[in-house]
């Protein structure tokens, strides 16, 4: 492969090389005689001569000499054709471009500022797999694929989604690729109740819910290897991935700080940043300091972890939810969930997930006396967020007479 410039002499190429020229501000790819002739010779890539297109540029060559080799080369050069979406089209039509296409070249984009796990879990499975199974792919289709996605799925999945699918064509149309935007209205047409999560509240548990939910870990013939995480994450309001991920390092000698500086997706099975990306220091009281030292082995690995499984393995949080915490269905087995059994006991009012250990301690350090930014930078939260989604609901206070 030869690259030429067409404003600077370049060494001719030779009868069979496949070259890359500029002309008149733009990349295009020449062809060698012994496959093509005169106008023929040449492939119009319509992108401007910078070095990113360059390297799509390249990436086509390659794809060209590949097909050679294999005796595959398509005459027609149709199959190597750059079709730009942004085209001149006719009134009445517009060209079909493919949404998942689209979309794979918006997570490229993506990819790099976002958090591992918020790309895989988000972008690579639950939005493309949304998308992919869209009955048409044809990204003008706007009110049909609206429509699928709110038959299909939940009013406030099908809200995100549509979302972040308006969210790529935009990206589209500042680089060129899009004319305008065909989902930028359709997303604020969706409406949503609360039902729906527009905006869903923490719904903590009480003292007494809490207790009873301890105990049960503690007197459990099975799963009482677990009470002092579960206790753990009542008594801090740390994120569930953070005490997951919490080793022996992250602890002072005497176990009465805490520095939580990174968490563990137990699906990924990666360490990543805390939600914040920042750290944090957590001061123990005598009972959390008391837990932790009552755990910690005699002879331990600065990296081992605090919590662990029953196999010694970091917790997974789903596998934990779906048989001990909630109970359900787990390949083809039936688990009856700690917190479940105790719903039918009359000991807690009702279902709330494991994350639920966070709302409640917050909710009490704020109904104990502590002020709004001293429970923000014990849990890794700004005091805005304190405010808008737990003060609110947790601070009690008479109105006065007038």
């Known amino acids: 492969m030869d690259i030429s410039d067409g404003s600077t002499p370049q060494r001719k ?3 069979g ?30 992108l401007d001569a910078t070095p990113e297109n360059l390297r799509k540029v390249q990436r086509k060559v390659f794809e060209i000499e590949e097909d050679l080799e294999a005796g595959k080369f398509d005459i027609t050069l149709d199959k190597y054709q750059f079709r730009l979406y942004l085209s001149v089209v006719s009134k009445t039509s517009k060209p079909v471009v493919e949404l998942k296409e689209l979309w794979a ?42 429509d699928h996605l709110l038959k299909t799925l939940s009013p406030y999945t099908a809200k995100r989604t549509l979302a972040r699918i308006s969210s790529c064509c935009q990206w589209a149309v500042r680089n060129g690729l899009l004319a305008s935007n065909p ?45 002092p995480f579960v206790r753990f994450l009542f008594l801090t309001g740390c994120r569930t991935g953070e005490a997951i991920g919490l080793q022996w390092k992250h602890l002072s000698l005497d176990c009465r700080v805490i520095t939580f500086c990174s968490s563990y997706d137990s699906y990924l099975k990666i360490r990543k940043s805390t939600k914040t990306g920042g750290t944090r220091r957590f001061p123990c009281n005598k ?81 104990g006396g502590m002020t709004v930014p001293q429970v923000a930078k014990l849990v890794g939260n700004s005091p805005e967020v304190i405010m808008r989604h737990y003060a609110g609901n947790t601070l009690k206070f008479d109105v006065p007479v007038f």
């Open 287 to 367: 009972t959390v300091q008391g837990l932790l030292l009552k755990i910690r082995p005699p002879l331990f690995k600065p990296d081992d972890f605090v919590f662990t499984s029953t196999t010694g393995n970091p917790i997974d949080n789903n596998k934990f939810t779906s048989r001990i915490w909630r109970g359900g269905t787990y390949s083809g087995r039936r688990y009856n969930g700690i917190v479940t059994q105790l719903i039918q006991d009359g000991k807690v009012e009702h279902y709330r997930s494991f994350y639920n250990t966070r709302h409640t301690f917050i909710t009490m350090a704020l109904e």
């Open 13 to 15: 190429a030779s009868a």
């Open 183 to 227: 989902y930028k209205e359709l997303v604020d047409e969706i409406r949503l109740s609360k039902e729906d999560g527009d905006r869903i509240e923490p719904d903590p548990f009480n003292i007494e819910e809490r207790d009873s939910i301890i105990a049960a870990f503690i007197a459990h013939p099975i799963y009482n290897h677990y009470a």
């Open 105 to 146: 070249k918006y997570c490229v984009f993506m990819e790099p500022q976002l958090a591992a796990t918020t790309f895989k879990k988000e972008y690579v499975i639950r939005y493309s797999s949304h998308i992919n199974s869209l009955p048409t792919q044809d990204i003008f289709q706007a009110v049909s694929i609206r």
């Open 17 to 46: 090389t496949i070259a890359i020229e500029e002309k008149q501000g733009k990349w295009r790819i020449r062809l060698p005689r012994s496959i093509a002739k005169d106008a023929a010779r040449y492939i119009s890539t319509r």
